[in-house]
């Protein structure tokens, strides 16, 4: 089913780029922006009724509600906090700072979410119900086959992400051009938010598949509050960097949480190995950045660097699955 799905946001994001284009031209205002939003809600319902036959109607089922009360009630939550974790950050700085700061801090958090979102896209769209199938016909196999499918997740949100740390200044310049300067360190800050982000968003969907929602509510309820917390008191004393490396401490707890549940409850699976095995994914990223980082201080070019840190992420990858 997943191919009528491809099919349908594909052809949903080609119309919305087609038209958002449009606009633009036609309008040079911010309603290029308002309308591609609109069409492209519009185009996936549409799609949605032409890719499938069923029709919905009203009806009521008294244990189905009950049923997806208790547990939709604790998404419902995580929903609500996501929004607050994503958008109040923006608030914070357009109040503080004015929209001056804001305009470079919002592109370049969108830039730095942008690899984030499509993976968490695709993470949430396969992890949830392979395990949740894994559970139901062989759980025995649930603790390795979680570990596996984390590694990888958590490899690609490394091999996707990282990299906008070490080519922040590039990457702005050669998109948006020189004026738009002052988006370059925070998207270097930023592009750390977003591993974490992504980190975490690999154990959420296990969490509901095993029937747990509530805990990862529970973690989002911590984030937020942190996340709110030090924004009020970073971004006016630190200003666009404050709210950055709010976005990192934030992230990184919402992580930390989730790690410490999977370790907790993966029955059968010794602690340690566990942990092992589920960190392993950060401490090769953080050696492959790190021989980066000290060849582009040397002077090497911005290729060299990236060509760097994806030689030593895969060979280290190589060497531990090998040893």
Known sequence: ??????????????????????????????????????????????????????????????????DSFHFGKHLFVVSILTFVTTQFDNFAVGRYLGPVALGPYILAYRLAMLPVDALISILNSVLFPAYSKIRLTDSDRLPSFFLKLNTVSAGLVFAAV??????ARPL?????????????????????????????????????????????AKCKMVEATVFVSLTLILVPRFGVAGAAWTGVASYA?????????????????????????LVQPLWIAALAFVASRLL?????????????YYCVLLGLVYLNNRF
Not at 253 to 277: D, K, N, Q, S
């Open 172 to 216: 702005i310049y050669l998109l948006y051009g020189h004026r738009w300067d002052a988006a370059c360190a925070p998207l270097a800050i930023l592009a750390f938010a977003g591993i974490f982000r992504g980190l975490a968003c690999t154990i959420s969907p296990w969490l509901v598949s095993i029937g747990r929602p509530d805990l990862d």
């Open 253 to 277: 707890l919402a992580y930390a949480m989730r790690l410490a549940l999977a370790v907790r409850l993966l029955e059968g699976a010794p602690a340690g190995p566990t942990f092992i095995g």
């Open 1 to 66: 089913a997943f191919r009528k799905l491809t099919i349908q946001q594909r052809v949903a994001d080609i119309l919305t780029f087609v038209v958002t284009i449009v606009l633009a031209v036609i309008t040079h205002n911010y309603l290029a922006l308002v309308g591609s939003q609109l069409v492209s809600a519009l185009t996936m319902v549409l799609l949605s009724y032409s890719i499938c036959s069923y029709r919905p109607r009203i009806a009521f089922d008294g244990r189905a509600l009950r």
């Open 162 to 167: 990282a990299p906008l740390a070490l080519a």
């Open 296 to 308: 582009s201080m040397a002077g090497s070019p911005l290729v060299v660097s990236l060509s760097a």
